[in-house]
């Protein structure tokens, strides 16, 4: 296969690429500041985001694959860093701790499964396991689709994450096909479809601030 010549290449675009993505994160944190307060926004995106680069470093452990190993390993960090900004503003911090209960003890199971399956099969099925969740968490800001066809506003999702989740998809889509890895060649290409649809809703329904919130950055400009 000619994409073969290019494995190191691609591997490399698609690491660095998805660190930005992880990055953007940092957007969403932003605006989190400016309010004061996390209100509003879903945490699952980084909590999710730790738990599934935990599970996937594990993974990527399993495939010997530095590319895997080194962007779950900034991923883990820069979502810790997240988690922490959304705790210190979240409205509700007991909801927080116990939704982050509930995340640790779903990833120790799984890590607790991948130590003591037969090494003959862990590679197949935590491919499972780590696929599934993986798009459940792309998946997850579909959970909001009604109340954004309610209101005819896509403020509630998180464009950055998207739009970034899109191109990072893509890229891990090509460097399954290249490494022949059944799994990163489905999860990425049902992902990359799943960001495809969400940007597709900020296109049918633009975000739109409130007005309190648009009276309020007046008051601040004047």
Not at 3 to 27: F, H, N, R
Not at 77 to 90: D, F, G, R, S
Request: aromatic share 12%; glycine share 6%.
């Amino acid at each position: 296969m000619v994409l073969e010549d290019y494995k190191e290449i691609v591997g490399l675009c698609a690491m660095y690429t998805t660190m930005a993505q992880m990055l953007s994160g940092t957007v969403i944190c932003r605006d989190i500041y400016k309010k004061g307060s996390a209100k509003g926004v879903d945490p699952m995106p980084f909590l999710g985001g730790i738990g599934l680069c935990i599970l996937m470093l594990r993974y990527a452990w399993m495939l010997d694959d530095s590319n895997m190993i080194n962007v779950n390993i900034f991923g883990l960090l820069i979502n810790i860093i997240y988690m922490t900004v959304y705790y210190h503003y979240a409205p509700n911090t007991t909801e927080v701790l116990k939704l982050t209960y509930k995340v640790a003890v779903f990833v120790i199971i799984f890590l607790v499964y991948a130590q003591i399956e037969h090494p003959t099969n862990v590679e197949f099925r935590f491919g499972i396991v780590v696929t599934v969740l993986l798009l459940l968490l792309i998946a997850a800001p579909l959970i909001h689709l009604e109340k954004i066809i309610k209101t005819k506003n896509t403020e509630i999702l998180p464009f950055p994450l998207i739009f970034m989740g899109t191109l990072v998809s893509f890229q891990w889509l090509l460097y399954g096909i290249i490494i022949d890895n059944g799994f990163i060649v489905f999860q990425n290409a049902v992902g990359f479809t799943l960001c495809i649809i969400q940007l597709s809703l900020f296109v049918i329904f633009p975000s739109k601030k409130s007005q309190v919130e648009l009276l309020n950055e007046q008051r601040k400009e004047d």
